[in-house]
């Protein structure tokens, strides 16, 4: 969505959402807007924040679009706070939006559930890895390796450790 968004705009699109009963594929999450200088670093203007890098932090708006209002605008504020200046205590040159968005939208697999998931520490995304020797799927947490139940050990990047 490459638009300026209305808290008013946002509210028609969650009204109409509700009547469709599709509240469920909508969520908040937090755009950052760059200054020029950093625009033609990164080569756009518009991304959306993650936190920490990596992971995209995102409220889903059922089952109450209000709270999740609230609860975004919090996590909106933390981002602001967190990117000040710290010797001038200036606000960052960076924009920081709540902006409304397709779940389906985010493009990475590394995204949660912003508080719910966050306050119990950094959040634990897994991914499916299988095992080459015997094809069972394991659950594992980004970055790390893996033991299989058959024994086999795999390294970071899926391969099976010597000896395996
Ligand atoms: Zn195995």
Same mark, same amino acid.
């Given at each position: 969505?490459?638009?300026?968004?209305?808290?008013?705009?946002?509210?028609?699109?969650?009204?109409?959402?509700?009547?469709?009963?599709?509240?469920?594929?909508?969520?908040?999450?937090v755009?950052m807007?760059?200054?020029?200088?950093?625009?033609?670093?990164?080569?756009?203007?518009?991304?959306?924040a993650q936190h920490?890098?990596?992971?995209?932090p995102?409220?889903?708006?059922?089952?109450?679009?209000?709270?999740?209002?609230?609860?975004?605008?919090i996590m909106q504020r933390l981002m602001v706070m967190q990117h000040r200046?710290?010797? #001038?205590?200036?606000?960052s040159?960076i924009?920081f939006?709540?902006? &409304? =968005? +397709?779940?389906?939208?985010?493009?990475?697999?590394?995204?949660?559930?912003?508080?719910?998931?966050?306050?119990?520490?950094?959040?634990?995304?897994?991914?499916?890895?299988?095992?080459?020797?015997?094809?069972?799927?394991?659950?594992?947490?980004?970055?790390?390796?893996? #033991?299989?139940?058959?024994?086999?050990?795999?390294?970071?990047?899926? &391969? =099976? +450790?010597?000896?395996?």
């Amino acid at each position: 969505m490459n638009i300026d968004q209305t808290k008013s705009w946002q509210d028609q699109i969650i009204a109409g959402a509700q009547k469709k009963g599709e509240l469920g594929a909508l969520c908040y999450v937090v755009e950052m807007r760059l200054p020029k200088y950093l625009e033609k670093k990164v080569g756009q203007r518009r991304m959306i924040a993650q936190h920490p890098i990596g992971y995209i932090p995102r409220v889903c708006l059922a089952p109450d679009p209000e709270e999740a209002y609230r609860t975004a605008s919090i996590m909106q504020r933390l981002m602001v706070m967190q990117h000040r200046d710290w010797l #001038t205590g200036k606000p960052s040159s960076i924009e920081f939006k709540i902006m &409304l =968005a +397709l779940i389906e939208d985010i493009q990475t697999e590394y995204h949660y559930e912003w508080w719910a998931e966050w306050a119990g520490g950094y959040p634990e995304n897994t991914i499916d890895r299988i095992c080459s020797h015997c094809g069972q799927v394991t659950q594992v947490g980004r970055d790390r390796g893996w #033991t299989c139940g058959c024994g086999v050990q795999y390294d970071v990047e899926g &391969l =099976a +450790l010597p000896g395996y």
